[in-house]
Structures are given as structure tokens and as C-alpha cells.
């Protein structure tokens, strides 16, 4: 994460840059992995300024090409922002596939994005890494018994909590979450939705516990009463009331008092939002047909020590992901783990969407079943043995991998007697 960035540029962070400095926030993370009583996402309308709505959504690639055009329209633009219509932590991989995307192109720029904090401790490492400066996560409780109320349902992997029990699971990673962020130097805001006859009376004590924590900034929002959600009938609390809030969490933590409560795809000024105008070109972005090159830009690699391609596939316990840069040189993004072996046929499904923003694999060998299964979903399959920078040259080159190929029937080195499957 850079460090020489002028974070004062934020206008969410400072309010003094609200006129001067824009934010444009992407829709690339559409699914969720909680249900608040208060939020209902079927509604969409570019009238309505809420968290939860966009008018498209768009795949990272999407984005970037999104991205260029706000610029040429706004170069006021200082903050890139993912806030949405979902949870960016429910939609990790394509948060992450952005941020590093962007911060690649356009390096001057600030990153953020808001969460409910979930999902945020597996990934905020990745964060870091891809230049995130700025987080938000939405508290509305540090008391489960209160929280259990808020959320209808809190899903973690493939598991679903109620009541209680998610209430705990989701402050407890809330906490963990915030205090890594700051850890990592990043700058931390917390949203706390008023809720009248339900956490009210619970905000100081929220306020306490983020201020323990180094929250930088405190948003207390009212509720806004939306149709179809378990809270459409409590009343929104009116300004005078919110303001007196605020004076009393002033006490413990600096106030946020001048919140758009942004959309999805908000863009554009907090003085001056341009969302309507900028809908059209959104959409299009959100139909447009990219090249592989642009979707799925990286290589995966079956290696053992990281200089040679050298493991069988189906024995890989990781794949490092490698990238070209626009100078022609090939980097290193990062390793993921690959899915268990005890997993079954379902492995190669598993493997094929793990690497989803692969072009090609590269590895030692492999069998006709994880082949089918890979090619299918668009991942092209190569068997090689030689040094990764080899490998990469040809695929990124367009050029021949046949003599790469691993030797059958005996190697033919001078003075090895070796069967050529292990040399």
C-alpha cells in the first residue's frame, strides 16, 4: 500500500475536499452474505440514493474500461470506491481482481470499499497488497443480543447463521477485521445505522468500542424505511435528533456529517453527483465483449520452487499466478492454494473457477478428466517442463510450447539414464 498518497484527497474522509474531489464507486460485487432487516436490493431506480442499488453490474475487465471514461469526464476523480450492490468481501475475488487492475493503471488513485465486515479478515492482507487505503464497515451493534435482531440471516462459506449465534460470528470478525486494517496502516471508518427502538440507546457503546479499536471516523446514518424489509414501518429519525447524536459521539470519535448515503455507482462530486449522467455509459461498459487478453490476463503455474514448471496437476497443492506487465516483463501476483484432493470429481469445477481469470495452465502433466473439465470452461491446458519465464514467453508471445513438452519413453540428456518423467 502506498504510503505517498494524499489521503486528504478522500471526500468521504475529509470534508473540506467534498466540492474539489470526486469518488466513483464500481458494481462489481453483486452477492451478499448477510441480510439486514433493513435493506431490500430488488428495487432499482436512478432517482433512488441508497447503499444496495446500481443500474448494471460489471466484471473487473468492465470496470477498467468503465473507469477510463468517468476520468475523461470527471477528472476530478480521486477515490475508487467498491461498495456493492452486495458485500465487496461476499465477492473477494473480484474486489481484489479491480483494485489490483486499477491500481496498475491508474496508481494515483485512492482505494476503498465498504463492508459489513464479514468476509473481511480472510482478505484484507490482499487488501493491502493491491492498494486499498480506506475501509468502511458497517456497525450496528458490539452487542449480540441486540445485533440478532438486526440481521435475518448471516451466511459464512456455504454455512448459514441465525439469531444469535450469527450475531456473534459477525462481531467477532468485525472486530478482528478493524483491528487488522489498522494494523496495516489503513484508515478506518465505521457506518452505524440508527435504528429507533432497536440500537439507540446502544450508539455510545458502539462509539467506545471503535475508538479501542483506532476507528478514525464514525458515520451515525438514520434508518431510511424501505418497503418489503422488517423495518418499513419504524419511522426515520428525524435531522434535529441525528445532529444530537452526533454532538454526544463527537465525545469519543470525529463525526462524518456530510454522507450522500451513495449508491452502488454513485460517480462524481459529493457536491455534484453525475450517477444519472454517467447511467448510459455504465450499462453499455456492463455489455461490452472483451478479449481473453483482457479477462482472463494471467497464466497459472503448477511449480515446485518457483523457477520450473515441474508439478503434475493433480499433486499441486498451489498454482502461482503470473501476469505480464506492460513493459513485456512477467511478474509474480500472487500463489493460491488449490482445493483438496479429498474433494472429489468436484476438484477440477473447483480448480477451473479458482482460476477463472486464467488464459492457460501450465504444469508437468495432467489427466484426460481435469483436461476436459478445464478446456470447457475457456482455460487453455499445457504440458511443459522447462523454466516458467519458457512458458510464459510462448504463451504470452504466441509462441510454440511443443518443444517444451515433457520427454516420453527415457531422457535424452547425455548421461542420463532417467525415464524422462521426473528429469
Known amino acids: 500500500m502506498s504510503q505517498s498518497k494524499d489521503f486528504s484527497k478522500h471526500p468521504c474522509f475529509n470534508k473540506e475536499a467534498k466540492g474539489s474531489c470526486g469518488r466513483v464507486h464500481l458494481p462489481v460485487a453483486p452477492k451478499c452474505n448477510i441480510q439486514c432487516n433493513f435493506c431490500n436490493r430488488k428495487y432499482d431506480c436512478v432517482n433512488e440514493s441508497r447503499p444496495g442499488v446500481t443500474s448494471a453490474v460489471l466484471s473487473p475487465a468492465q470496470a477498467v474500461h468503465y473507469m477510463d471514461k468517468v476520468l475523461a469526464k470527471e477528472p476530478r476523480i480521486t477515490v475508487v470506491g467498491i461498495a456493492g450492490p452486495g458485500d465487496p468481501m461476499a465477492n473477494a475475488d473480484k474486489t481484489i481482481d479491480?483494485?489490483?487492475?486499477l491500481n496498475k493503471k491508474h496508481p494515483q488513485l485512492l482505494f476503498?470499499?465498504?463492508?459489513?465486515?464479514?468476509?473481511?479478515?480472510?482478505?484484507v492482507d490482499e487488501l493491502a497488497e493491491v492498494g486499498v487505503s480506506h475501509v468502511t464497515v458497517t456497525v450496528n451493534a458490539v452487542d449480540p443480543e441486540i445485533s440478532a435482531g438486526i440481521y435475518a440471516w448471516i451466511r459464512d462459506g456455504n454455512v448459514m447463521y441465525k439469531g444469535l449465534e450469527g450475531a456473534k460470528l459477525l462481531l467477532s470478525r468485525q472486530l478482528e477485521?478493524?483491528?487488522?486494517?489498522?494494523?496495516?496502516?489503513?484508515?478506518v471508518k465505521v457506518n452505524t445505522i440508527v435504528i429507533p427502538g432497536v440500537n439507540e440507546h446502544h450508539l455510545e457503546e458502539i462509539a467506545k468500542t471503535m475508538k479501542a479499536l483506532g476507528v478514525d471516523v464514525l458515520n451515525c446514518m438514520g434508518l431510511k424505511p424501505v418497503a418489503g424489509t422488517i423495518y418499513e414501518n419504524i419511522e426515520e429519525p428525524q435531522k434535529a435528533k441525528l445532529d444530537a447524536i452526533r454532538d454526544t459521539m463527537e465525545q469519543h470519535l470525529p463525526q462524518m456529517r456530510h454522507c450522500q448515503r451513495c449508491r452502488a455507482d454513485a460517480v462524481g462530486l459529493?457536491?455534484?453527483?453525475?450517477?444519472?449522467?454517467?447511467?448510459?455509459?455504465?450499462?453499455?461498459?456492463?455489455?461490452?465483449?472483451?478479449?481473453?487478453?483482457?479477462?482472463?490476463?494471467?497464466?497459472?503455474?503448477?511449480?515446485?520452487?518457483?523457477?520450473?514448471?515441474?508439478?503434475h496437476l493433480g499433486e499441486a497443492e498451489r498454482f502461482q499466478i503470473w501476469n505480464q506487465t506492460a513493459e513485456g516483463c512477467y511478474e509474480l501476483v500472487e500463489e493460491r492454494p488449490a482445493p483438496s484432493r479429498t474433494s472429489g470429481p468436484k476438484r477440477w469445477l473447483m480448480v477451473a473457477e479458482l482460476l477463472k481469470d486464467c488464459k492457460a495452465v501450465l504444469c508437468a502433466a495432467m489427466g484426460a478428466t481435469p483436461r476436459a473439465v478445464l478446456e470447457e470452461s475457456g482455460l487453455a491446458c499445457h504440458e511443459m517442463q522447462g523454466l516458467i519465464d519458457q512458458g510464459l514467453a510462448a504463451i504470452y508471445g504466441h509462441g510454440d510450447l511443443s518443444?517444451?513438452?515433457?520427454?516420453?519413453?527415457?531422457?535424452?540428456?547425455?548421461?542420463?539414464?532417467?525415464?524422462?518423467?521426473?528429469?
Open 98 to 101: 479491480t483494485m489490483r487492475r
Open 112 to 123: 476503498c470499499l465498504s463492508t459489513n465486515g464479514l468476509g473481511l479478515p480472510a482478505h
Open 177 to 187: 477485521g478493524i483491528r487488522r486494517c489498522k494494523e496495516l496502516g489503513m484508515v
Open 403 to 423: 518443444q517444451f513438452r515433457k520427454q516420453k519413453g527415457g531422457c535424452k540428456m547425455a548421461g542420463c539414464g532417467g525415464s524422462g518423467e521426473g528429469c
Open 270 to 311: 459529493l457536491t455534484e453527483d453525475r450517477t444519472k449522467e454517467m447511467a448510459g455509459c455504465l450499462s453499455a461498459c456492463s455489455k461490452l465483449e472483451l478479449p481473453a487478453e483482457e479477462t482472463r490476463p494471467y497464466v497459472a503455474v503448477c511449480t515446485q520452487e518457483g523457477l520450473l514448471v515441474n508439478r
